[in-house]
């Protein structure tokens, strides 16, 4: 690993640490505890210094050496199919509310609960956003060892991630997200049609 790919490396790390960090319900509950009524504002601050951070990791990204690029006509098309990754990402987000996941719903005191998604997206991948993610990742049509790097950390991190979510979900809808989580794969989608009533 060159010098570039190792800050690289170590910057997503303490990246993904504060994030996941920041997540947990006990720093949540601190938070709450400590500000009161700014509470409110916790899901859009976590999201802003996740943003700032992110932009600080990938300001490392550039400089490493580049593997091997996508000839001809493969490279367009592999940016072309990125593009329609990325409008698929923003319909999975549209599905579970994206005003709650920016954090705007929490500020305006929409803090309902919230029913278990189980349709269009949800309904062939329990963790799409993190299957297209990486998909995404893999199309890069210029793979340097950064880029490597960056998927690699990613798909780790996914995979925690998911892992830590699917025990909150469990403890937040019970039977009914262990039936779906019997009826529909983690990461792979299931194009078979629908199981055990999933739409």
């Known amino acids: ?3 570039t790919s190792y800050v690289f490396a170590c910057r997503f790390i303490a990246f993904a640490v504060c994030h996941s960090v920041l997540a947990t319900p006990a720093v949540q509950h601190r938070f709450k505890t400590l500000f009161g009524r700014w509470w409110r504002y916790y899901r859009l601050g976590y999201n802003l210094i996740s943003v700032i951070m992110f932009g600080w990791v990938m300001a490392a990204y550039g ?3 580049i593997i091997w690029l996508v000839p001809g006509v493969w490279g367009p098309l ?3 199919a990125q593009g329609v990754l990325l409008l698929i990402l923003i319909r999975c987000a549209a599905q579970v509310g994206i005003g709650d996941f920016l954090g705007f719903d929490q500020i305006k005191g929409r803090t309902t609960g919230h029913a278990l998604v189980k349709d269009g997206c949800y309904a062939r991948v329990r963790h799409p956003q993190y299957s297209l993610a990486v998909v995404f990742l893999l199309l890069n049509p210029v793979v340097s060892i950064n880029g490597i790097t960056l998927t690699l950390l990613s798909a780790a991190y996914f995979i925690f991630g998911a892992v830590v979510e699917e025990k909150r979900l469990v403890s937040e809808f019970d039977e009914e997200y262990r039936r779906y989580r019997e009826s529909v794969p983690m ?3 299931d ?3 629908r199981r055990l009533g999933v739409k």
């Open 1 to 3: 690993m060159t010098d």
């Open 63 to 65: 400089g490493s050496r």
């Open 78 to 80: 592999c940016h072309l």
């Open 187 to 189: 990461f792979v989608p």
């Open 191 to 193: 194009f078979r049609g």
